[in-house]
């Protein structure tokens, strides 16, 4: 059933220009590899010998369960040109598909994790950390290794909102106010080991 994107009244449109670009993020547990579209992937470190990436994976999907079992996960930066990668990695659900990432040009890195031939650039890496963030996982993770790819313009949420086909819209936005609805009780309840309150509290 298609339902209808309402953000009106909220701050959701302003956080929009915090949006990181739209990558694909793929992982490997045990002979099981996945992947999945997410524009939460950012530089995590300043120092040029200590690279990291953070990303937020949503707890629903298969890809969340892989990396906190395997504890590996690979970001690729997407060129503007890919829509066929982000329908076929962001559309559709490993629950309902044997493998998404069924012909795709794919390589293995030295993680394990499945890797696209085809992009400006592929990350892999190796979780250090984990936050509870309610509907989300925030991982931490270094650098173990990364794969230079093609030149290009990278795919950045405006322009992936902007130049979106009309006929991707619907479904898309019926998506994102499915996932907002499912999400929202989880978004509440939130483990904050490692968090004992600001420092300077008066008691």
């Known amino acids: 059933a298609m339902r209808e994107l309402r953000v009106e009244?909220?701050?959701?449109?302003?956080?929009?220009?915090?949006?990181?670009?739209?990558?694909?993020?793929?992982?490997?547990?045990g002979e099981r590899t996945n992947g999945m579209i997410v524009n939460s992937a950012q530089r995590a470190s300043l120092v040029p010998s200590v690279p990291r990436i953070s990303v937020y994976i949503l707890k629903p999907h298969v890809t969340h369960e892989m990396i906190m079992e395997s504890g590996v996960f690979a970001v690729h930066l997407l060129r503007n040109d890919q829509w066929d990668v982000i329908w076929q990695l962001g559309l559709q659900s490993a629950r309902d598909v044997p493998n998404k990432l069924d012909g795709l040009e794919l390589h293995t890195g030295v993680t394990g994790c499945p890797l696209l031939t085809d992009c400006m650039a592929s990350?892999?890496?190796?979780?250090?950390?984990?936050?509870?963030?309610?509907?989300?996982?925030?991982?931490?993770?270094?650098i173990v290794k990364d794969h230079p790819?093609?030149?290009?313009?990278?795919?950045?949420?405006p322009y992936f909102r902007e130049n979106m086909p009309p006929d991707r819209v619907r479904a898309y936005e019926s998506n994102l106010a499915h996932a907002?609805?499912?999400l929202e009780p989880l978004s509440r309840s939130i483990d904050a080991v490692g968090w004992k309150g600001p420092r300077n509290r008066s008691e």
């Open 149 to 157: 790819g093609t030149d290009g313009e990278p795919m950045t949420s």
């Open 123 to 142: 990350f892999e890496c190796r979780v250090i950390n984990a936050m509870d963030a309610g509907a989300a996982t925030f991982f931490l993770a270094d």
């Open 9 to 29: 009244g909220t701050s959701y449109p302003l956080l929009r220009h915090l949006t990181p670009p739209v990558v694909a993020v793929t992982t490997v547990s």
């Open 180 to 182: 907002m609805e499912y």
